[in-house]
């Protein structure tokens, strides 16, 4: 089992810039796919970002692509997306996720562990 503790979110003008981390405990960190979600409110959960286990492998959806960044640091268990240009449209709360397999799912329904979730509101 692992516990994911995300943090770093708040309200950020348009064009505004953010951090996300998301502190794991529990298994050893690096043998955890990682990634992150977000749910605005009345839609579902989507997937966001992911990364391999040994950070050299990552994946964006197209509507972050080129704005968003995830990385991670397997010596401080913890993993970062840094949203830049935000815009109105990426407020939610976001989620950041774990994963057994090699790549963490794309689909909300087949991720193994989940965060309590951090807000980020984008005012325009």
């Known amino acids: 089992q692992v516990q994911l503790v995300e943090s770093g979110g708040g309200l950020v003008q348009a064009g505004g810039s953010l951090r996300l981390s998301c502190v794991a405990s529990?298994?050893?960190?690096?043998?955890?796919?990682m990634g992150w979600f977000r749910q605005a409110p009345g839609k579902e959960r989507e997937f966001v970002a992911r990364?391999?286990?040994?950070?050299?492998?990552?994946y964006y959806a197209d509507s972050v692509k080129g704005r968003f960044t995830i990385s991670r640091d397997n010596a401080k268990n913890t993993v970062y997306l840094q949203m830049n240009n935000l815009k109105p449209e990426d407020t939610a709360v976001y989620y950041c996720a774990a994963g057994d397999s090699l790549f963490l799912p794309t689909t909300a329904s087949r991720v193994d562990y989940w965060g309590k979730g951090t807000l980020v509101t984008v005012s325009s």
């Open positions: 990364i391999s286990r040994t950070g050299d492998g990552t």
């Open positions: 529990g298994r050893t960190f690096a043998t955890y796919s």
